[in-house]
């Protein structure tokens, strides 16, 4: 348990010999906001995601088969909108391979307009969800996943793919004493699930009890958080900004 909690810590508040810099605390930050934006979907634009891929794709074939409450055309163009903002990421890995702080900056100020642009969206439908906004909503937010999930891979820090919990909870088993295993990062596993937890929790609660607007609302609150953190980095030649082997 103490390990749990000194490897948490570190994770929330790394110190300044940490290789990866502030990306931790920020990362979980960007989990917390896939966990908001996956609620939006699924919840409110009919059973479909935009960052859990291995989702849509089980949807896609349920859908196929004639499961009510699934529908193959969003499941296809929630799909096809996180494969151009993953090109996307892609594109700014390529471009800031050098500099991390630099590629998270660029990246996560594109995901902060997409986002912005589904807060105008639904503003402008004053929180109706019609097939125009629905499918609107599903394009620019499965582009900001998409771009989030490549940019976290390209980043490279352990255990905090943003979008992704299944590697991270395998690990917390498979790598225990139990399993006989040594448990590396712990508390960073540990609270990675609880940030997705806790998006999920605080956006079907806001759904629930309010609208759509308030949590994509939240959602870019705390991207555009992210972007001012990390903007600071920009002119950074900290150990951390380097690719990491």
Known sequence: MRRLLTDAARTLVPPKSDRHGPLPPLMLGLTVVTGLIDAVTYLALGHVFVANMTGNVVFLGFALAGAPGLSAPASVVSMTSFLTGALA???FGTRYAAHR????TAATAVQ??????????????????????KYTLIVLLGMAMGLQNAVAR?????????????????????DSAPAG?????????????????????????????????PVLALALVLLAA????????WTSEAGWTRPQS
Do not use: C, K, N, Q
Request: hydrophobic share 50%; charged share 15%.
């Open 226 to 233: 992210t972007l001012v953190t990390v903007r600071r980095h």
């Open 112 to 133: 902060t307009l997409l986002v912005a642009g589904t807060v105008l969206t639904v503003a402008v439908a004053h929180g109706e969800v019609t097939g125009p906004v």
């Open 181 to 213: 295993g040594a448990t590396p990062r712990p508390g960073r596993r540990v609270l990675s699930v609880l940030a997705m937890f806790l998006g999920a929790l605080v956006g079907a609660v806001l759904l629930r009890h309010a609208e759509l607007l």
């Open 154 to 174: 390209r980043l490279g820090v352990p255990d905090l793919t943003t979008t992704v919990l299944t590697l991270t909870l395998t690990g917390l088993a498979a």
């Open 89 to 91: 990421g892609g594109r």
């Open 101 to 104: 702080g630099r590629m998270l």
